[in-house]
T-cell receptor, first 113, second 111 residues
Framework: EAGVTQFPSHSVIEKGQTVTLRCDPI?????LYWYRRVMGKEIKFLLH????????ESGMPNNRFLAERTGGTYSTLKVQPAELEDSGVYFC???????????FGSGTRLTVV | AQSVTQLDSQVPVFEEAPVELRCNYS??????LFWYVQYPNQGLQLLLK??????LVKGINGFEAEFNKSQTSFHLRKPSVHISDTAEYFC?????????FGAGTRLTVKP
């Protein structure tokens, strides 16, 4: 069974540019989560999709971040425009309808210069 | 509200020595507790979890953790570490459908 796939694995962009991160959850998982870890701090929750709907987006830092989950399959997280403080590792996770099989992807390391 | 504190940011040990990574949590309700590991350039991997039942939980790669409700702790232990255990370890608590993580402990195993 394929795990949670994220790409790109690394991205380096200039301040003010736009970046889109993608997450493919485990097939059949209704729940999809985004988390972020900035420079040596704790991993923080960003938001939670149930299928295509945003269940909880309380962790989204500001309106420069936009997450979508078209058709309840893969999800994208767009940062526009990127700022220096957005640098960090963005993790995606998914779980089934009963919250079993909670699995994290390998993350996308975003560097804004 | 639930929270997690990892008491050591870095733990250096020699190969074959025992190690304990400390984690304390706070919660007003029953909790589920987890330890994750992140090896260099890899994602988060579940080491073990406590949901209920026996307070001693065994995980992968020879790690185990003990849930102590009176001390609100969930410390991770391994009796003899290997170079390959060098990684960052995260303690986490479940909050509804998400995880709340500690700041991480970087374990460095030296030859």
């Amino acid at each position: 069974e394929a795990g949670v796939t994220q790409f790109p694995s690394h991205s380096v962009i200039e301040k003010g540019q736009t970046v889109t991160l993608r997450c493919d959850p485990i097939s059949g998982h209704d729940n999809l989560y985004w988390y972020r870890r900035v420079m040596g701090k704790e991993i923080k929750f960003l938001l939670h999709f149930v299928k295509e709907s945003k269940q909880d987006e309380s962790g989204m830092p500001n309106n420069r971040f936009l997450a979508e989950r078209t058709g309840g399959t893969y999800s994208t997280l767009k940062v526009q425009p990127a700022e220096l403080e957005d640098s960090g590792v963005y993790f995606c996770a998914s779980s089934d309808q009963f919250n079993y099989g909670y699995t994290f992807g390998s993350g996308t390391r975003l560097t804004v210069v | 509200a639930q929270s997690v504190t990892q008491l050591d940011s870095q733990v250096p040990v020699f190969e074959e020595a025992p190690v304990e990574l400390r984690c304390n949590y706070s919660s007003s309700v029953s909790v589920y507790l987890f330890w994750y590991v992140q090896y260099p350039n890899q994602g988060l991997q579940l080491l073990l979890k406590y949901l209920s039942g026996s307070t001693l939980v065994k995980g992968i790669n020879g790690f185990e953790a003990e849930f102590n409700k009176s001390q609100t702790s969930f410390h991770l232990r391994k009796p003899s570490v290997h170079i390959s255990d060098t990684a960052e370890y995260f303690c986490a608590v479940s909050v509804l459908w998400r995880r709340r993580f500690g700041a991480g402990t970087r374990l460095t195993v030296k030859p």
